[in-house]
Nanobody, 132 residues
Framework: QVQVVESGGGLVQAGGSLRLSCTASGLTFDDYSMGWFRQAPGKEREKVSCINWNGISTYYADSVKGRFTISRDNAKNTLYLQMNSLKPEDTAMYYC?????????????????????????WGQGTQVTVSS
């Protein structure tokens, strides 16, 4: 049974930093691209950052480039998102996803729900709140 579990969210002042972690079990971690997505109240879920199976290739949304850094430790089955210079508009539920992709660039797309479909798995989310 595949499990994807996020941690590290919280309340932080604007300009501050947080580090999110995501641990995946029940799968061969380095067969999967990993990604961070977020959803703010009243808005659709959006891609934040993704990383391919070996950590060489990454994607960042324009809104977080230069502030967020994605990384992974395949030995620990863990994905990270270092978030610096946080802004109130970064406030959202942050979700981690594992998407099958054992080669090439990151596999990274928003699905219609958080229900596992095929070889795409989602966590339950961790809340990030940035106060002004």
């Amino acid at each position: 049974q595949v499990q994807v579990v996020e941690s590290g969210g919280g309340l932080v002042q604007a300009g501050g930093s947080l580090r999110l972690s995501c641990t995946a079990s029940g799968l061969t971690f380095d067969d999967y691209s990993m990604g961070w997505f977020r959803q703010a109240p009243g808005k659709e879920r959006e891609k934040v950052s993704c990383i391919n199976w070996n950590g060489i290739s990454t994607y960042y949304a324009d809104s977080v480039k230069g502030r967020f850094t994605i990384s992974r430790d395949n030995a620990k089955n863990t994905l990270y998102l270092q978030m610096n210079s946080l802004k109130p508009e970064d406030t959202a539920m942050y979700y981690c996803a594992a998407m099958y992709g054992p080669a090439g660039p990151p596999v990274c797309f928003v699905t219609s729900s958080l229900v596992a479909v095929g070889r795409n798995y989602w966590g339950q989310g961790t809340q990030v709140t940035v106060s002004s």
